[in-house]
T-cell receptor, first 111, second 117 residues
Framework: ETGVTQTPRHLVMGMTNKKSLKCEQHLGHNAMYWYKQSAKKPLELMFVYNFKEQTENNSVPSRFSPECPNSSHLFLHLHTLQPEDSALYLC??????????FGPGTRLTVL | GDSVTQMEGPVTLSEEAFLTINCTYTATGYPSLFWYVQYPGEGLQLLLKATKADDKGSNKGFEATYRKETTSFHLEKGSVQVSDSAVYFCALRNPRNSGGSNYKLTFGKGTLLTVNP
């Protein structure tokens, strides 16, 4: 248990669906991250939020829409996804310049 | 840009064998280096880190030394256990190249380790 929780743990959706991934951290951290983990590829940083402000968008397609209402919660809204978006989506949090703590991930399958 | 290269897996060992997973990096300046571990069905956990040249990170019997002259951060353990079976990721953080976010991590592709009884 790292103090970072993600829901749901598994999600299957069609290409026309709209769904959201949720991440919550109970560590008092100020920075939160979304990563994509695909088979045989390095982890890809998608978004970074620092004190609720987005500080990085790593050329992510607009069908992925992040939301950070406060320092403890992070969402990833999904719509009109493609099968190649199937992956493990990991959330992480940290204090400034300190180690990142990862959640268990959401395994997403797009049909 | 920054990059991390780690040895291709999978690596299969018998219990109590010696483990080495090679990791080399390319980065300007003075990055911090990390090893993360991902057990089946879980997220990544920080295993150890080193923030400057010649530092040795260690945890749970694992060690890695930050070698600037060879740009390497190889992971070693003298005697592996079945419970060490996991995917291991080498990563770096380079504040010089992080732009607006000082916390961006660059990961290697990961190395799957399987330890048999």
């Amino acid at each position: 248990e790292t103090g970072v929780t993600q829901t749901p743990r598994h999600l299957v959706m069609g290409m026309t669906n709209k769904k959201s991934l949720k991440c919550e951290q109970h560590l008092g951290h100020n920075a939160m991250y979304w990563y994509k983990q695909s088979a045989k590829k390095p982890l890809e940083l998608m978004f970074v939020y620092n004190f609720k402000e987005q500080t990085e968008n790593n050329s992510v397609p607009s069908r992925f829409s992040p939301e950070c209402p406060n320092s403890s919660h992070l969402f990833l809204h999904l719509h009109t996804l493609q099968p190649e978006d199937s992956a493990l989506y990991l959330c992480a949090s940290s204090r400034l310049d300190n180690e990142q703590f990862f959640g268990p991930g959401t395994r997403l399958t797009v049909l | 840009g920054d990059s991390v290269t780690q040895m291709e897996g999978p690596v299969t060992l018998s219990e109590e064998a010696f483990l080495t997973i090679n990791c080399t990096y390319t980065a300007t300046g003075y990055p911090s280096l990390f090893w993360y571990v991902q057990y089946p069905g879980e997220g990544l956990q920080l295993l150890l880190k080193a923030t400057k040249a010649d530092d040795k990170g260690s945890n749970k019997g694992f060690e890695a030394t930050y070698r600037k002259e060879t740009t390497s951060f190889h992971l070693e353990k003298g005697s592996v256990q079945v419970s060490d079976s996991a995917v291991y990721f080498c990563a770096l953080r380079n504040p010089r190249n992080s732009g607006g976010s000082n916390y961006k991590l660059t990961f290697g592709k990961g190395t799957l380790l399987t330890v048999n009884p």
